[in-house]
């Protein structure tokens, strides 16, 4: 059974920094793409970011050069760091493994 589970948000003044983590179990996930998302309330969920099996990038316009995913495959885990954070990025995040499995979300708060 693939899980994935997300730990690392929390509250933040803007200007500060968060990392999530994205821990897999039942699955090995170095051959797939992973990927970030986040959901505000009353909005669509919408890409952060993803990484390929050989760690090719892709971000968001509006996160690009304060945020950066990474994968260590080793520990089977993908990571977002999140610097110069602004109140438009609360959300709850989500990781994905593409096609196969959501994770079940960890909150972002970034306060004003």
């Known amino acids: 059974q693939v899980r994935l589970v997300e730990s690392g948000g929390g509250f933040v003044q803007a200007g500060g920094s968060l990392r999530l983590s994205c821990a897999a179990s039942?699955?090995?996930?170095?051959?797939?793409?992973m990927g970030w998302y986040r959901q505000a309330p009353g909005k669509l969920r919408e890409l952060v970011a993803t990484i390929s099996s050989g760690d090719s990038t892709n971000y968001a316009d509006s996160v690009k050069g304060r945020f950066s995913i990474s994968r260590d495959n080793a520990k089977n885990t993908m990571y977002l760091q999140m610097n110069s954070l602004k109140p438009e990025d609360t959300a709850v995040y989500y990781c994905r493994i593409i096609t196969v499995s959501w994770g079940q979300g960890t909150q972002v708060t970034v306060s004003s």
């Open positions: 039942g699955i090995t996930i170095s051959i797939y793409t």
